[in-house]
Nanobody, 119 residues
Framework: QVQLVESGGGLVQAGGSLRLSCAVS??????????MGWYRQAPGKLRELVAG???????NYADSVKGRFTISRDNAKNTVYLQMNSLKPEDTAVYYC???????????WGQGTQVTVSS
């Protein structure tokens, strides 16, 4: 069983920074953690991809966060991070991490962490 525990959300003023973390635990094999990613969902909107990172370290970002957010992963700690700089009120959302695990590429989701950016 795979569990994801997120941390690092909170309230910040526009222009500020936050760092989200998502640790993968449970009966897992580190080598079977494939792509990892961060998604967000604002009230009344669909969940959207923010950033993703492959097992090899290749990254991709939503256009709205390019140049402001950085995704990274520490394979030794089974953890994915999202460094968010120059935050804007429109970044306010619940942020979820997702892990693609195993040969069947099963998706596992974290419980979500609230990020609120005040103007």
């Amino acid at each position: 069983q795979v569990q994801l525990v997120e941390s690092g959300g909170g309230l910040v003023q526009a222009g500020g920074s936050l760092r989200l973390s998502c640790a993968v635990s449970g009966s897992i094999l580190r080598s079977r953690i494939n792509a990892m990613g961060w998604y967000r969902q604002a009230p009344g909107k669909l969940r959207e991809l923010v950033a993703g990172i492959t097992s090899g370290g290749s990254t991709n970002y939503a256009d709205s966060v390019k140049g402001r957010f950085t995704i990274s992963r520490d394979n030794a700690k089974n953890t994915v991070y999202l460094q968010m700089n120059s935050l804007k009120p429109e970044d306010t959302a619940v942020y979820y991490c997702k892990v693609d695990y195993g040969p069947r590429r099963t998706d596992y989701w974290g419980q979500g962490t609230q990020v609120t950016v005040s103007s």
